[in-house]
Antibody, heavy 117, light 113 residues
Framework: QVQLVQSGAEMRKPGASVKVSCKASGYMFGGYYIHWVRHVPGQGLEWMGWINCNSGVTNYVQKFQGRVTMTRDSSISTAYMELRSLRYDDTAVYYC??????????WGQGTLVTVSS | FVMTQSPESLAVSLGERASINCKSSQSVLYRTNKKNHLAWYQQKPGQPPKLLIYWASTRESGVPDRFSGSGSETDFNLTISSLQAEDVAVYYCQQYYSTPSYTFGQGTKVEIK
């Protein structure tokens, strides 16, 4: 069965970076994109971008351009999302999700990233 | 793209109908495939979102048939025909017409009256 397992919760100081991993299993990793979405506490879902797990081509929402990098390691079926220059308002649960024709059909369990001094 | 959901929250009695509206600032109907690139997700506290509906009206495998989606171009609805206790959640619409920003609505909280 399809599973996406994300890395554990992280705490960072403002200005630091965080890298979240998303290990996929149960399907052909290279055949699908991975989406990254975050959920800020008390707010809604926010789309961040996607990575083509075959070619490595990425596409980021303008808001995160210059601060986010999405990568993948096909040898271990794992996608990564790195966010730099963290701010307090980056505190959120970050999700990876498998793409199917644009929708996110399977989701990771989420990774809480807390930005605090 | 701006996705606007209404209401922000609603309370419905068990067994009654719940309806959520989602309006898009631009049409999400893709002329090439004649499909509306609009999805609905359900999110319960402490859980990731769950895909309910895609192409505006196609139910995801395993989703109960009390959930239905309708609408076209810029105006969409999610209906729960007979609300069950396990349907308490926040519901989001999402357009996947305009990459890379597959924008979500702000969410609608559904509770039991």
């Amino acid at each position: 069965q399809v599973q996406l397992v994300q890395s554990g919760a992280e705490m960072r100081k403002p200005g630091a970076s965080v890298k979240v991993s998303c290990k996929a299993s149960g399907y052909m990793f290279g055949g699908y994109y991975i989406h990254w979405v975050r959920h800020v506490p008390g707010q809604g879902l926010e789309w961040m971008g996607w990575i083509n797990c075959n070619s490595g081509v990425t596409n980021y929402v303008q808001k995160f351009q210059g601060r986010v990098t999405m990568t993948r390691d096909s040898s271990i079926s794992t996608a990564y999302m790195e966010l730099r220059s963290l701010r307090y308002d980056d505190t959120a649960v970050y999700y990876c999700a498998k793409d199917r024709e644009g929708v996110s059909d399977f989701w990771g369990q989420g990774t809480l990233v807390t930005v605090s001094s | 793209f701006v996705m606007t959901q209404s209401p922000e929250s609603l309370a419905v009695s068990l067994g009654e109908r719940a309806s959520i509206n989602c309006k898009s600032s631009q049409s999400v109907l893709y002329r090439t495939n004649k499909k509306n690139h609009l999805a609905w997700y359900q999110q319960k506290p402490g859980q990731p979102p769950k895909l309910l509906i895609y192409w505006a009206s196609t139910r995801e495998s395993g989703v109960p048939d009390r959930f239905s989606g309708s609408g076209s171009e810029t105006d969409f609805n999610l209906t729960i025909s007979s609300l069950q206790a396990e349907d308490v959640a926040v519901y989001y619409c999402q357009q996947y017409y305009s990459t890379p920003s597959y924008t979500f609505g702000q969410g609608t909280k559904v509770e039991i009256k």
